[in-house]
């Protein structure tokens, strides 16, 4: 059975509803699953959405290392602030150093997802920013490239990007939707290929 770890940061609620959605398709492909949201490090700037998420997140532990060296599988998530990865998923990252030089952390399956206020927010950059810290993990990337037809709806072959402003009402769309479920199968089906 691969062991997946779904390791992300969400402010606002985002992120935690397409976590919970691949946690879903995950284990319906035979994944055992993990839900680990980092540590919210400024709480003094919880607007009302985010008291709510912060709430709803109190359900799952808060991720460590151990999480990821647990893992077969880790899919990242993060929110797009100016083009790159939330404080709080970057302040997660770099309290791996340990488990990096261990090199705990290599030759297991990566993939990502973000959220963004806009449609042209960063999210693909901020994609490939956590795919650069996969590199140096020695992970194995596997986006989902435009591996099925959601993808070609969806647009993004670098892993699942939502926007949450604008004209959408901030709920996940059920092309969103589509596309994590399609990369949790994903991730799940080569992290056991590799096993």
Do not use: C
């Not at 940061?9 to 839900?35: D, L, W």
Request: proline fraction near 4%; glycine fraction near 10%; charge should be negative.
């Amino acid at each position: 059975m691969t062991k997946l770890a779904i390791v992300f940061h969400s402010f606002t609620g985002h992120g935690r509803k397409m976590a919970e959605v691949i946690a879903k398709a995950a284990e319906e492909a035979g994944a055992e699953v993990r839900i680990r949201p980092v540590s919210q490090q400024f709480p003094e700037q919880l607007n009302p959405a985010a008291e709510e998420n912060q709430k709803a997140l109190g359900a799952y532990p808060t991720a460590t290392a151990e999480d990821i060296e647990w893992a077969d599988a880790v899919i990242f998530g993060s929110p797009t602030r100016f083009s790159n990865v939330s404080s709080q998923f970057q302040t997660f990252i770099d309290g791996l150093g340990g488990a990096w030089a261990a090199g705990k952390l290599a030759n297991k399956v990566y993939a990502a997802y973000t959220s963004a206020q806009t449609v042209h927010g960063g999210q693909e950059i901020t994609l490939q920013k956590i795919y650069q810290m996969i590199m140096h993990f020695g992970g194995y990337i596997v986006a989902p490239g435009y591996t099925d037809p959601t993808k070609f709806v969806d647009g993004n072959p670098y892993g699942v990007s939502h926007t949450t402003g604008g004209k959408n009402t901030g709920e996940l769309s059920d092309d969103t939707i589509a596309a994590l479920q399609h990369m949790a199968r994903r991730i799940v089906e080569t992290a056991g290929k590799l096993a």
